[in-house]
């Protein structure tokens, strides 16, 4: 058995965890512990105080009873908000707090596009347009290329939260771009355990959503790979090497 280890912001998309748990069909579980939100807005300071040390420590103690192998920060925003160098330091000072090895949601979009062996991206956001920005300059940042960003302005993880599979749908073709190689919706907040393969099929290439991701890398921090069509593309390729 595998225990991977999240840290929630509030409570909005968290019924993604046990759909995805189910979907993954194996001997993994993925224990969750909500952080404290603070202030729900799709803004730069609140992001930063989001994605605060002490509101990530907070956390952990309750992880490690859970047996969790590795933990990962399950928050796009609250992540990519502080920078490249800004989000490395935030899951080196969560590695120290839990004991465990950690990572993030944002670090988890970028070695999916990796093991994807995708470069060019397009951004379907539902933030504003000055944090989908922020987003795509962390992108940049990775070595990735984003040929478009699309944001579609919801001012809040709670108005995110309730999105359906038909409004995701539209939020992921009015980011697409023909010279993408995938696409990329960021926001835990966003429902899309149960959309992917629908998402994929209607756009004909990878989409990378935040949920799905986050639990990707967590089985990367664990050394584990499990094959579930279900779940998109991203659990179905086999690893690519990189040069």
Known sequence: MTALGFLYPGHFAEDDYPRIEQLLGSDIRLPLVHADIGEDAHHEDALRELGSPERLAAGVEELRLSGAEAVVWACTSGSFVYGWEGAHEQVRGLARAAGLPASSTSFGFVHA??????????????????????????????????????????????????????R??????????????????????????????????????????????????????????VNAPQLGTLFTREPVVQV
């Open 168 to 225: 995701v749908l539209a939020l992921a073709r009015a980011g697409d771009h023909p010279g993408a190689d995938a696409v990329l919706v960021p926001d835990t907040a966003l429902h899309t355990a149960s959309h992917l393969k629908t998402l994929e099929s209607a756009l004909g290439k990878p989409v990378l959503t935040a949920n799905q991701v986050t639990v990707w890398e967590a089985l990367r921090l664990a050394d584990r790979r």
């Open 113 to 166: 596009v990796r093991e994807i062996g995708a470069r060019r991206v397009a951004v379907a956001a539902t933030y504003p347009e000055d944090v989908a920005s922020l987003f795509a300059a962390f992108l940049k940042d990775a070595g990735l290329e984003p040929v478009s960003v699309h944001a579609a302005g919801a001012g809040t993880a709670a108005e995110a939260a309730t999105w359906d599979g038909d």
